[in-house]
């Protein structure tokens, strides 16, 4: 603890420099001179604020989160609007001024009380106490409180749910519309020329046999447009073997060669793989509508508690992730999930769009055979 | 010819045992899940063909495929004629993968044409291969790789993967049944399939046509 001490009483330097420039170039932005430097010094910030987290985290036993806004593939420019509105940066920059003064003291402290050998009594006792309550200091400048947090995480998910809501009351609509049109239409129909063919049973036996066959046409394009439907919503190979395999089989279908390589094979949540498809089969559909490509590939990678999978093709690049409802709808049903999804497209591509979602991998397990399709 | 039959729903299973037995087939057992499936086919010396639907208890997922595929690889070319609501080429490709021939993959809706079913069932029991149309018309409409082929000799290959005979394909095609035969020398060579027997190079044409 005393090395860690040592050390923040060094870093204080660093610590003051990088203050008076923030401050500095945070005046210069009006006059575009201080952009470059706040480019430089906000991260250098992070870093010893990151520094000091760990630090605080390993003297209290107890994590001490980062918790900066994520910047995504933003411009210099975005990325400064980002930093500029993240309370965190503010923080950063409260804790600069006011907790290092403070801090430093105590940091000091415990060097002077070892340095000096006749308080060392002193410092044997003395250590432990001051270093947790610098911590402490740190701590609570450099993470939200657990309101502050719960507070965020409500604002999050008030508006995920809304977006969740909207999606599902959208989709309803739309398999509504779907079965109204296809099947419901073509039942009526089939009724009615079952009622024909009974009607002339007795009269024209041999047109009632031909009307009858054409009700058995009937049928099957009723089936057919029932499986479209089954399709929409949850397709068979995803229900039976998982989000690989009904990549796979989406793959096949596309018109354009699409590789689907990976380590990923567990089966997740349900919602979670169902999610994970259509974002999936939107990006794919996007490819092949919009990117002149000659190759897609699809990527599933992760762990125990995360999935990533990236969506990649050689098309012409210079793709607008805000352009389209399409992938806004993709973005927001991952949110749902606290999933992300980011979009790098250079002009000349390629094209990668890379899905993340926090998954808790469930085994196989059993399904219940109302599910049939 | 002896069928073992394996479909969960009552009815859909009656009516199948009903139509078999009024075609000259004999059913040897009727399973209604996975598990008399399996003692069922524990000695396949008893049957001639099996018969299954894909979902099957206990999970509804895809346990009759991968029942078919366990007794193929047990009794390689086992005949057997999988049925489903839906069809994935995915499972075809599964299907046709030992390129033993003798697999049949079809919507459940087709039984209702009952003269072509029954056809199909025989067709799979004698060797042949029978895809549905729907499959057949996905593989279509997407430019395979057998692209070094007319649109006539792709329009043969799709019937060949429905499983049709020389006859039915020239009758189809309104052409003579030596043209048939001259388009399907044509796809073998072009494929670069060794010479074979027939029903096997056939197997084979349809395999590399699917994209195996």
Same mark, same amino acid.
């Given at each position: ?196 063919? /009974? ?46 395999? /009904? ?48 190759? /897609? ?23 607008? *992730? ?23 497209? *250079? ?12 998954? /808790? ?13 | 010819? &002896? ?64 029942? !078919? ?39 459940? #809706? ?8 029954? #056809?199909?069932?025989? &067709? ?12 057949? !018309? ?66 084979? !044409? ?7």
């Amino acid at each position: 603890m005393t090395g860690y001490a040592a050390l923040q009483v060094l870093l204080s330097v660093p610590a003051l420099l990088l203050f008076v420039l923030n401050a500095v170039a945070g005046t210069l932005v009006v006059i575009v001179v201080g952009i470059p430097i706040l480019l430089l010094t906000l991260p250098a910030t992070r870093w010893l604020a990151d520094r000091h987290r760990r630090m605080a985290a390993d003297v209290l036993g107890s994590p001490v989160p980062s918790p900066y806004r994520p910047t995504g593939d933003a411009g210099p420019i975005g990325r400064l609007r980002i930093w500029a509105a993240d309370p965190m940066t503010w923080r950063d920059e409260a804790w600069l001024l006011l907790a290092l003064p403070l801090a430093l003291t105590m940091s000091l402290l415990v060097v002077l009380l070892l340095v000096l050998v006749v308080t060392g009594v002193a410092w044997w006792f003395g250590v432990g106490p001051i270093m947790v309550a610098r911590s402490r200091l740190d701590r609570a400048l450099l993470t939200f409180g657990t309101t502050e947090r719960l507070e965020q995480r409500v604002e999050v998910l008030t508006e995920t749910r809304n977006d969740s809501l909207d999606h599902s009351a959208a989709e309803l609509r739309r398999i509504e519309r779907d079965l109204h049109d296809g099947a419901q239409a073509r039942l009526v129909g089939l009724g009615l020329t079952l009622g024909m063919a /009974a009607d002339l049973m007795d009269r024209d036996p041999e047109e009632a046999r031909r009307i009858l066959d054409e009700a058995r046409q009937t049928t099957g394009a009723a089936l057919g447009d029932l499986r479209d439907v089954v399709r929409g919503i949850h397709p068979p190979v995803l229900a039976d073997r998982g989000l690989r395999s /009904a990549l796979e089989a989406l793959s096949l279908d596309l018109a354009l060669p699409v590789a689907v390589t990976g380590s990923f094979t567990d089966r997740l949540s349900a919602p979670v793989e169902s999610a994970v498809y259509f974002a999936v089969a939107e990006c794919l559909a996007n490819v092949g509508k919009h990117a002149d490509a000659a190759h /897609a590939w699809v990527e599933l990678t992760g762990d125990a508690d995360r999935l990533r999978v990236v969506v990649g093709d050689d098309g012409h690049g210079g793709a607008d *992730p805000g352009a389209g409802t399409g992938m806004r709808g993709v973005a927001r049903r991952l949110a749902a999930f606290d999933g992300t999804m980011r979009v790098s497209s *250079p002009i000349g591509g390629p094209t990668l769009v890379t899905l993340e979602v926090p998954c /808790a991998s469930s085994s196989p397990r059993t399904r219940p055979s109302s599910g049939k399709a | 010819m &002896r069928v073992v039959l394996a479909e969960d729903q009552t009815l859909l299973r009656e009516g199948l045992i009903r139509l078999l037995e009024s075609h000259g087939f004999e059913v040897v057992a009727a399973a209604e899940d996975a598990e008399s499936l399996a003692q069922a086919l524990a000695d396949p010396q008893t049957a001639d063909v099996a018969l299954l639907d894909v979902r099957l208890p206990p999970t509804g997922t895809d346990e009759g495929l991968r029942a !078919a595929v366990d007794l193929r690889r047990r009794r390689p070319g086992f005949p057997v004629l999988v049925l489903s609501q839906y069809v994935e080429r995915i499972y075809a490709r599964e299907l046709l993968a030992d390129g033993e021939g003798g697999v049949g993959y079809l919507l459940k #809706e087709r039984v209702g044409d009952v003269r072509e079913f029954v #056809e199909a069932l025989r &067709r799979v029991a004698g060797g042949g291969t029978v895809l549905d149309p729907e499959v057949v !018309a996905a593989v279509m409409a997407r430019q395979q790789p057998v692209e070094r082929l007319t649109p006539r000799e792709r329009e043969v290959l799709a019937l060949m993967a429905e499983g049709r005979s020389n006859a039915a394909i020239a009758a189809g095609l309104v052409v003579t049944e030596k043209a048939v035969a001259k388009h399907t020398n044509n796809i073998f060579a072009k494929l670069d399939l060794p010479p074979a027997p027939d029903d096997n190079r056939r197997v084979l !044409a349809v395999l590399a046509w699917l994209g195996l």
